[in-house]
């Protein structure tokens, strides 16, 4: 949907599509009741990415029409939190008069926070030098009146930090308060309510499940934390340095000491767990101590792979987050052979948009 689209008078309308398209996609599966959880039709997004626009010495905000790949011109981004809203509006304003620091600008990315925080990349096509970042220091000091911001500048070949690039973010799951560490430039879950609704689902569907759990592709422990109360322990997998070091970081600033997380991607694990190869990477731990009678995955848009599939199938309890309803389609017509869908959820994450964010959990038939 185009921006014309976007308002709150229409987001029923565009949920019940969505909701249609779902049911419809996996019609040919024996699916449970599809539960839709829904998203706030405004400022729901915690990250926005713009292109920026040059004229003259004024500059401004864009994005392009998906559809006629037009440019227009964006001062406010309704998707985008209030946080972000605020913050680009007022540093505009500071760029507008500064040459050296609107000069060459072409990307400005935002990174919010339920928390109220921000971080702002500024991404350019010229070598930073000491009076961009004297510049910025200036600028930075001035927005810190009113926002808890950071900013970061970006050229080819560089990344400079006026202070950090993380924001702690501040979620209540049941009633629990859980932090957890954002890293500039890293993935982050971009629809902070519907996560958190995402997140309780998970925790609702596996309340009775026993033993421990495994999960694939944890990130910075979005999942992970919250669902380690209802397991004896976890082992987590992340293929990426950054995310596996906020992971860390959340696991010790939210108290938890029943999860360990391993830098290794899906296929590496499946060899370990068959003994195809050895990894260092698991020394000190021993696979065939866990009792993992549970497995979380939440794989790329691709989907998961043939070996880890197969392996999947082992568990008896699956629970399987998508962002894509085709792979997960195409997963589910092999773990349908062995399992049973026990729940069937829809979370908006993207609103306005054709993607459709889908959770399963799968029993072992008996």
Known sequence: MGQTDMSADNYQTQLHEKVAFVEDRFSQFAMPQLQVFSSAPLHYRMRAEFRVWHDGDDLYHIMFDPQTKQKYRVDHFPAASELINNVMNDLLKRLRVSEVARRKLFQIDY???LSNQIIV???YHKTLDEQWVTTLQGILWELRQNYNIDII????????????????????????????????NSFTQPNAGVNIKMIEWALDV??????????????????????????????????AKSSVAAAQYNIEINGIDNVKVVRMSSEEFVEAQQGVREFRRLEGIELSDYDCQTILVDPPRSGLDDATLEQVKNYQNIVYISCNPD???DNLSGLLDTHYVKCFA?????????????GVYLEKIN
């Open 111 to 113: 990174l919010s926070s």
């Open 121 to 123: 990349s500024l991404i």
């Open 153 to 184: 500048g970006r050229a080819k070949g560089q990344k400079i930090l006026l202070e950090k690039d993380f924001l702690i973010e501040s979620l209540s799951i049941k009633n629990r308060p859980f932090s957890f560490k954002h890293t500039e």
């Open 206 to 239: 596996t309340k009775n499940c026993h033993g421990d759990l495994l999960e694939l592709y944890c990130g910075l422990g979005n999942f992970t934390l919250p669902l380690a109360s209802n397991f004896n322990r976890v082992l987590a997998t992340e293929i």
């Open 327 to 329: 792979t997960l389609a």
């Open 346 to 358: 829809l979370f908006d994450q993207f609103p306005y948009t054709h993607h459709a964010e889908c």
